[in-house]
């Protein structure tokens, strides 16, 4: 998978070459470009922002500089492959634009992202980006996904490029060393929240592991878990409780 990102503050994104992304780019199983924005603004001062249409505070991102800047980095521009931009590969395109006002991130959207080719994100600042970038591109053919990534209002979209590209990427096979931890998280695909985890020393500040977890009854210990994860959920999120069926919630001791 190759993940793009178009920003005025590309230095933001210098987290992506550490840890887990920047290990997947390293072994090759996953591409990471960043993009300045400035770099297609070429008036004198290198615009990139304009006064709202309609008044109000604040400044909006301009469209043609986005669109020079999108064409090129998706590809679309027809001179094919542009210096680093995606050729135009096969498979599933995507452009994220992070927004407040955007679709709620949550692990089904990293699950349905994981399969596309490329992902790029047009990361706003100011007031956000001229609404009419999103609307060109879906009249382009092209997947725009508005995403917000919670209920809160941040500068700009890279912390949420951030947010999205390392719950995707962790999706992507290869990219976690260890598989199955996939498969054991919270909002997995039963719903609820992860069970709380411990390890060595058993005992520690007066605190004790339960001993059912070092019993080496492994069904003991799954439904020791299960019903963790349940008291978990009630209280911490009841409205994921909500939603879930009763079959999740099966006789579950209520234990906290
Ligand atoms: N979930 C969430 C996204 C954002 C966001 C995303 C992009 C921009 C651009 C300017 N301000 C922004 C804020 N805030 N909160």
Not at 25 to 54: M, N, Q
Request: one cysteine or more; a negative charge.
């Amino acid at each position: 998978m190759r993940f793009d990102v178009v920003t005025i503050f590309p230095d933001y994104l210098r987290a992506l070459d550490l840890s887990l992304v920047g290990r997947a780019v390293a072994t090759g199983t996953l591409e990471v470009h960043v993009h300045d924005l400035r770099r297609w603004a070429h008036d004198r001062h290198r615009t990139v922002d304009g006064t709202p249409a309609g008044g109000g505070a604040g400044m909006v991102m301009r469209p043609d500089v986005w669109g020079k800047a999108l064409d090129e980095v998706m590809g679309l521009d027809g001179t094919g492959s542009s210096t680093d931009g995606a050729d135009p590969a096969p498979g599933r395109r995507v452009l994220v634009v992070p927004t407040p006002s955007g679709e709620l991130f949550t692990q089904r959207t990293a699950e349905d992202l994981a399969s596309a080719a490329t992902i790029t994100f047009a990361c706003g600042r100011y007031e956000g980006i001229d609404a009419r970038v999103a609307q060109h591109y879906r009249a382009r053919g092209v997947e725009v996904r508005e995403l917000s990534i919670g209920d809160y209002v941040l500068s700009g979209g890279e912390v949420a490029a951030l947010v999205v590209i390392e719950a995707v990427a962790r999706l992507v096979p290869g990219v976690l060393g260890n598989p199955d931890s996939v498969v054991e998280e919270s909002h997995g695909a039963d719903g609820l929240l992860e069970h709380p985890a411990y390890t060595r020393p058993l005992s520690w500040r007066g605190l004790e592991v339960d001993p059912v977890l070092v019993s080496g009854d492994h069904a003991r210990v799954r439904r020791l878990r299960r019903d963790q994860s349940i008291a978990r959920t009630a209280q911490r999120r009841p409205d994921l409780v909500a939603v879930l069926g009763a079959s999740a919630l099966d006789g579950a001791d209520r234990a906290a």
